[in-house]
């Protein structure tokens, strides 16, 4: 590889992208092995590429890894799952999923390939479900070209975290709906809540089941949650979650669950919100908030979990407290002033 003015290269190929960058596009100018040519040189000089790198005639072979490579070789040692990697232009690789699933992020992993200085791995947030086709990572790299012995390096870092990144592809759910309050079987107060958990549940790829209610009666509310787990993978209960003295939910929750992860879920909005297992089947009781916060709560958090069949930790509850106060729950409260 040589540098040399732009006017000097031209007739020779490029070592490296070169990119284009205004208020209305960003991409490459011209690609690596293109060759550059006489009318190149005004477009290239226009976008500050006035020194160019070319490559030498022979190339040594196996000594160095150009970019695109680097990215690529990376990409495929930290993923698992439905996860495809692809090159693109500007020396990165794309993770996409082939599935819809859950993404699970390996952050100690991601931290420790990040600070070797040679690449940036870039992902969604751990605990997101992906649609089949969207971008869950990219892999940039630093320098225009490593050695070998430097990517088997940064290699070895990531084998060490393996997988960095894995996709838990959704598989089929049947999921029970309890909707709580004694106003609510009364018929004093219309039920509102089944319809956003329903429409919840078809939005990250789970069967809705059964139906029922109860009154504000732990003894009740246990019993209509273990009659739902007959025929359900999950259960669902919707209000009573508080402390006020007819909030009877948790305590239920508790009586029948043999695992409680969390009650208390660090994020606004629902957060009087709770998970636990019965037998590994996922019992989660959110409140009634849900009614006033249907776009996003604690289930577009739980949901991609139950759906994909990974049991949820108390470690990942914990941090859902860093951005947990939501964009869409500061503009809603904003609205009631």
């Known amino acids: 590889m040589k540098l040399l003015r732009v006017e000097e290269a031209v007739g020779r190929r ?15 100018l011209k690609r690596r092995g ?10 290239m000089k226009s976008n500050g590429h006035y020194y160019v790198y070319v490559l030498e005639e022979v190339e040594e072979k196996g000594e160095e890894v150009f970019e695109t490579e680097v990215a690529l070789e990376l990409a495929k040692n930290i993923v698992s799952g439905p996860l495809v990697v692809e090159a ?6 794309l993770v996409k999923s082939s599935s819809d699933g859950l993404l699970i992020v390996n952050s100690k992993g991601i931290e420790a390939v990040n600070t070797t200085g040679v690449v940036a791995v870039i992902t969604r947030r751990n605990g997101s479900f992906i649609r089949a086709g969207e971008l869950a990572a990219v892999v940039d790299v630093i320098p225009l070209k490593v050695s070998r012995r430097v990517l088997d390096d940064v290699i070895s870092v990531a084998r060490e975290h393996s997988p960095i990144l894995a996709l838990k592809p959704v598989v089929k759910t049947v999921v029970g709906i309890l909707i709580v309050g004694t106003e609510i ?18 939005e990250y790829g789970g069967v809705a089941g059964r139906v029922l209610y109860a009154r504000d009666d732990e003894r009740e509310i246990a019993g209509k949650t273990q009659e739902l787990l007959h025929d359900s993978d999950a259960v669902i209960a919707v209000g009573g979650m508080s402390v006020d003295p007819t909030d009877r939910t948790h305590l ?3 009586q029948v669950a043999d695992e409680v992860v969390a009650y208390g879920i660090p994020m606004k909005p629902t957060t009087m919100s709770m998970i ?3 037998d590994g089947k996922p019992l989660i009781g959110i ?3 849900i009614i006033y916060f249907p776009d996003y709560n604690f289930l577009d958090v739980i949901l991609p979990w139950v759906f994909s069949s990974v049991k949820v930790t108390r470690e990942f509850i914990a941090k859902l407290g860093e951005g947990g106060l939501s964009d869409y729950y500061l503009k809603r409260i904003a609205q009631r002033r």
């Open 276 to 278: 636990a297992y019965k």
């Open 287 to 289: 409140s009634s908030g």
């Open 34 to 43: 293109e060759v550059l040519r006489e009318e190149d040189v005004e477009a």
């Open 14 to 28: 490029l070592a490296m992208d070169y990119t284009i960058v205004t208020p209305d596009r960003k991409g490459v």
């Open 252 to 254: 239920a929750i508790r």
């Open 88 to 93: 693109v232009d500007e020396g990165k690789a």
């Open 185 to 202: 079987v009364e018929g004093l107060k219309k039920d509102v809540a089944s319809e956003v958990v329903k429409k919840k549940i078809a």
